[in-house]
């Protein structure tokens, strides 16, 4: 099993920066890719960025394109992300997911998911 833990929600003002961060623990070496998505009230759970753990792959949805960053650092078993100029829109539950397979986008397609951190940007 593999077990994951975000941190780096908050508030911040529109225009403004946060970096979340991931780290997992257990059989991490399971994992394929890992990825970061949100959720906003009302509205369905949605792809945001993904990484492959070894090769470091990135992938990201084109709302934040330009804008957030993933990164990842295999000593420390930490994915990051780092996200400036963030919008109101951006205000979401954001999750961290792992899957051992080699998707990239649908949540479904992922094994393992953290709690989830908030993430709120006031304009």
């Known amino acids: 099993q593999v077990q994951l833990v975000e941190a780096g929600g908050g508030l911040v003002q529109a225009g403004g920066s946060l970096r979340l961060s991931c780290v997992g623990s257990?059989?991490?070496?399971?994992?394929?890719?890992m990825g970061w998505f949100r959720q906003a009230p009302g509205k369905e759970r949605a792809f945001v960025a993904a990484?492959?753990?070894?090769?470091?792959?990135?992938n990201y949805a084109d709302s934040v394109k330009g804008r957030f960053t993933i990164s990842r650092d295999n000593a420390k078993n930490t994915v990051y992300l780092q996200m400036n100029s963030l919008k109101p829109e951006d205000t979401a539950v954001y999750y961290c997911?792992?899957?051992?397979?080699?998707?990239?986008?649908?949540?479904?397609?992922?094994?393992?998911w953290g709690q989830g951190t908030q993430v709120t940007v006031s304009s």
């Open positions: 990484i492959t753990w070894r090769g470091g792959s990135i």
């Open positions: 257990g059989r991490t070496s399971d994992i394929y890719r």
């Open positions: 997911a792992g899957t051992r397979r080699n998707y990239v986008f649908g949540p479904t397609n992922y094994d393992y």
